[in-house]
């Protein structure tokens, strides 16, 4: 979908940001399908193995875009002239304060009709609900490899800044 909204909304001459890319999943999903002229990807994540791993995965295919990784905290950098910014479940890793101030910057750097795409978990007030959809997003990381220690510590991360 990243990519479907990617060829729709990436405008000529402009930036597009991917704002903790981990392994670069979402701009090798951009980067595949664009092609407007003078475009420019920067992938930012403050984990440098994140960082190196998305430099070795974006090395891997040829493309016309170029796309630059950067090892950096996604709330120091500098934006301009974007026509796409994405923060997929990377939000919710800055402090509860921090994350408005981050959508103020991003809505400064976009173009007029530009976007940000925003992917976030939610909890539900049903308990029902909220135990169903914590248990099956476990389970689809287990069966994508992912071990029980990884889950537990990516769990305890994020409660620690919500
Ligand atoms: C759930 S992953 C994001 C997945 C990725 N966007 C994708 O589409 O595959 C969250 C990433 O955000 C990075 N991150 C968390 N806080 C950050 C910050 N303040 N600045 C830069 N990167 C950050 C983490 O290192 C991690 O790689």
Redesign the pocket.
Known sequence: M?GMLAKRFVQPNSNIY?????????TLSIRRNIDQPNCQIIA????MP?VTRAKQHLDAYKAATPASVIC?????IAMENASMV?????L???NPKARQQMLDKIFQALNPNGILVI?EKFSFDDSKINDLLFNMHHDFKRANGYSELEISQ?RTMLENVS
């Open positions: 990243i991917d704002l903790g890319c981990s392994l670069g999943a979402a930012v994540d403050n984990a994140m950096a905290d996604i709330a120091d994405v923060l997929n479940f990377t919710q890793f800055l992917s990516k």
